[in-house]
């Protein structure tokens, strides 16, 4: 079955950089779009990055410039890089893809951005 597992989330202070990877398995990843998203305590999750199979990406405007999405389907992962955090960043960040019109999400892992 479809399986997606977030890692790399943590503790870092303003101005910091993080690496989260997302491990899929059960379908043929570089057949799918991929997405990460994000939510904070209180607000609704949002879309933060997307990236085609075609290597198209796609950034929300509060992250661009300073957030990288790409993916490696060798390895079946998809990353997010992300540099020159700010609190605002602060959520959990989940992983994303459409597989036969379901949606499938990772656990999600912890960004906290804080001093």
């Known amino acids: 079955q479809v399986q997606m597992v977030e890692s790399g989330g943590g503790l870092v202070q303003p101005g910091g950089s993080l690496r989260l990877s997302c491990a899929a398995s059960?379908?043929?990843?570089?057949?799918?779009?991929m997405g990460w998203y994000r939510q904070a305590p209180g607000k609704e999750r949002e879309l933060v990055a997307s990236?085609?199979?075609?290597?198209?990406?796609n950034y929300a405007d509060s992250v661009k410039g300073r957030f990288t999405i790409s993916r490696d389907n060798a390895k079946n992962t998809v990353y997010l890089q992300m540099n020159s955090l700010k609190p605002e960043d602060t959520a959990v960040y989940y992983c994303?893809?459409?597989?036969?019109?379901?949606?499938?999400w990772g656990q999600g892992t912890q960004v906290t951005v804080s001093s």
């Open positions: 059960g379908f043929t990843f570089s057949r799918y779009g």
């Open positions: 994303k893809t459409i597989v036969h019109f379901t949606n499938y």
């Open positions: 990236l085609s199979t075609s290597a198209t990406a």
